[in-house]
């Protein structure tokens, strides 16, 4: 199903939440929404939900205008972000709630809401645990049976709220890269909300970055990496140095940066390695540049020569590789 | 049988003893002395009084005034704590504290206050096609008065602890409000709704100060177990009354058990198992662990 947004805006008291949003989202596909907190970004996923209302603007499922039905009429999966299971009921019957609240005459008979329950459990890789509640089960379990229990009614878009932050950095890297396979296989249209931008640029087909309450960039993670539309995007994006000579200014990430230990090179900045901080594939290298007050990061990967004749409070000499000017 | 872990509070034992003692002297020494002067009685005397027939309807009409207040108690006292934890409206505050009131009034105020505007020529009892006040039914309206803050009271944290994304959640997939109330919000309160009643139910059968002016008091019309304890005091029957007392005591002691008893089996799991089972499809065989 594809989702149209037009002109939408939403006031909390006097406060403008969302100020005339556009956003056309195809079939399929899976969106991010990204910002920092308080950008808007979950009052846009409940709005589309229908768990809130718009103060004014539409929107359109499959060009069919659904501003004023009932979240019951619009056949979302929602996931909240601490998942808000059922404590009182087991896995199974959490799964098969939705199938289980339908109207007599378009519920399923017991055995293909059993059938059906059970296929989602084996699914999201859960079939063993059917009659666990869920206080028995673990982070990454809870958010799977929440996940199962969203697509149980079929929903024609599956809508999730913060999906990985209630879990630890190891499970979320696992159930995000499961997230976007399941995704693959199901080819359902879905939109997250996240605060995290790799995260975002990890799984999503398009990322909607915002900030106080407007849609700062559309686009799919390169064109957002590649040429991001303002400051605001571009910082957001990841570590951003600042470096001024005179009247040069420089930004540039900590990886676009070249490092020299000799002397004298055309092009380079002298500084001082305050600190030297090896974290794997990179290493961490804090720069005090003798030029400006402010403190550079540096990444360069680990197999860099020469990298370990370099100690602490040594001179480094440095040239940013692609320049952001401003 | 007596464990001790790390507290912040230390000196378990001194603390255990000086919890026993103050029991002891507050609670289990009249009672134990209560026991002790109804051993003195006879069998036969005993039975006498308890075949009494005066003594026999003021139990039923205790048991059952008490049964529907702290029914009414625990429903109008189920809306309070709702609207009080979920909802802000102008002058919340003020219902809020107004509802600790009915503890903090002599109940005889209550009472005398409450058969004035019930009364056939009172305030409201003039409105009313029927006698509210020297009937059950005042009994029951005068119970529920002093009750209530119990049942609102023990309802409200369990209310604050229902996320409201569980409402949403079951919105979501399709519940209607009916629904979601039956399958989720009820079975979560249900047992801690019990506590409320059987709290309710335990201080209605007590209640002495506000019943006494609103029931009139006509032996096997109006006349509730406390009033007639009192009223053997006053003709110094004091074995009749020692005798009525323990009757009281040894009821309200076994309500409060079994309800206790009933709480600890409904669980609610148990309870969407019982409502499952009794209208919807079922999906698991082994609902319940």
């Known amino acids: 199903m594809n989702i149209r947004i037009k002109e939408l805006n939403k006031y909390f ?15 399929g596909e899976l969106i991010a929404l990204l910002g920092p907190s308080g ?15 718009p103060s004014s603007g539409q929107i359109f499922f499959n060009e069919q205008d659904v501003s004023n039905k009932d979240i019951r009429e619009r056949h979302i999966g929602y996931m909240f972000q601490h998942f808000a299971l059922f404590q009182h009921m087991t896995v199974l019957d959490n799964i098969s709630f939705g199938l289980r609240m339908k109207p007599r005459k378009e519920r399923p008979s017991s055995a293909e809401i059993l059938e059906k329950a059970k296929h989602l459990l084996d699914m999201v890789q859960l079939g063993n645990l059917a009659n666990r509640y869920p206080d028995e089960l673990s982070g990454g379990q809870k958010q799977r049976v929440a996940l199962a229990r969203a697509l149980a009614i079929d929903p024609s878009v599956l809508l999730l709220d913060e999906p990985f932050s209630a879990l630890d950095t190891k499970v979320r890297r696992e159930l995000r890269q499961w997230l976007s396979n399941l995704h693959h296989e199901i ?3 879905s939109i997250f909300v996240t605060h995290d931008q790799e995260e975002a640029m990890e799984i999503a087909d398009r990322v909607v970055i915002m900030n106080k309450g407007i849609i700062e960039q559309i686009g799919s993670p390169k064109e957002i990496l590649d040429t991001p539309k303002n400051d605001f995007v571009y910082n957001f994006l990841g570590e951003t140095n600042h470096f001024s000579v005179g009247e040069q200014n420089f930004t540039f990430r900590p990886h676009e940066i070249i490092l020299s230990i000799h002397t004298e090179k055309v092009g380079y900045f002298e500084a001082e390695a305050i600190d030297i901080r090896p974290l794997g594939a990179v290493t961490k290298i804090i720069l005090k540049p003798k030029d400006d007050k402010h403190s550079i990061e540096a990444q360069v990967p680990n197999t860099t020569p020469n990298l370990n004749r370099l100690n602490k409070g040594d001179k480094v000499y440095f040239r940013p590789i692609m320049d952001f000017e401003i | ?6 507290s912040v509070i230390p000196g378990f034992w001194l603390s255990l003893g000086y919890t026993l003692s103050w029991l ?11 026991f002790l002067y109804a051993s003195h009685i006879h069998l036969d005397q005993l039975i006498h009084i308890l075949s009494n027939r005066q003594l026999q309807s003021a139990l039923k009409l205790s048991l059952y005034t008490s049964f529907y207040a702290a029914l009414l108690a625990s429903i109008f006292g189920s809306f309070l704590a709702w609207m009080l934890t979920r909802h802000s409206f102008v002058g919340k505050k003020l219902i809020d504290s107004m509802i600790d009131l009915p503890l903090a009034l002599p109940t005889a105020i209550a009472g005398i206050a409450l058969t004035t505007l019930y009364a056939p020529n009172g305030l409201i009892g003039s409105f009313l096609p029927f006698k509210v006040a020297y009937t059950p039914l005042g009994i029951v309206i005068a119970m529920v008065f002093v009750t209530i803050p119990f049942t609102v009271r023990t309802l409200e944290p369990i209310i604050k602890d229902i996320p409201h994304s569980v409402e949403e959640a079951a919105k979501t997939l399709g519940a209607t409000p009916l629904q979601t109330f039956l399958y989720i919000i009820f079975p979560m309160l249900f047992p801690t709704w019990l506590t409320g009643f059987s709290l309710a139910m335990a201080r209605s059968l007590g209640e002495y100060g506000s019943v006494v002016f609103i029931a009139a008091n006509i032996p096997y019309k109006t006349e509730i177990l406390p009033i007639l304890i009192v009223s053997k005091l006053d003709q110094f029957d004091y074995t009749g009354a020692t005798v009525i007392s323990m009757l009281m005591l040894i009821i309200s002691f076994a309500l409060l058990f079994a309800i206790n008893l009933i709480q600890r089996w409904i669980k609610p799991h148990r309870l969407i198992w019982f409502i499952t089972h009794s209208s919807l499809p079922r999906t698991s065989k082994k609902n319940s662990p």
């Open chain 2, 1 to 6: 049988m007596f464990t001790s872990r790390y």
């Open chain 1, 39 to 53: 950008c808007g970004k979950t009052s846009l996923l409940r709005i589309i939900a229908g768990l809130e209302q």
């Open chain 2, 24 to 34: 002891s002297l507050i609670v289990l020494l009249p009672l134990a002395a209560l």
């Open chain 1, 187 to 189: 080819q359902l249209t």
């Open chain 1, 13 to 27: 008291n006097k406060f403008h939440v969302l100020q005339n949003i556009n956003l056309d989202i195809r079939k």
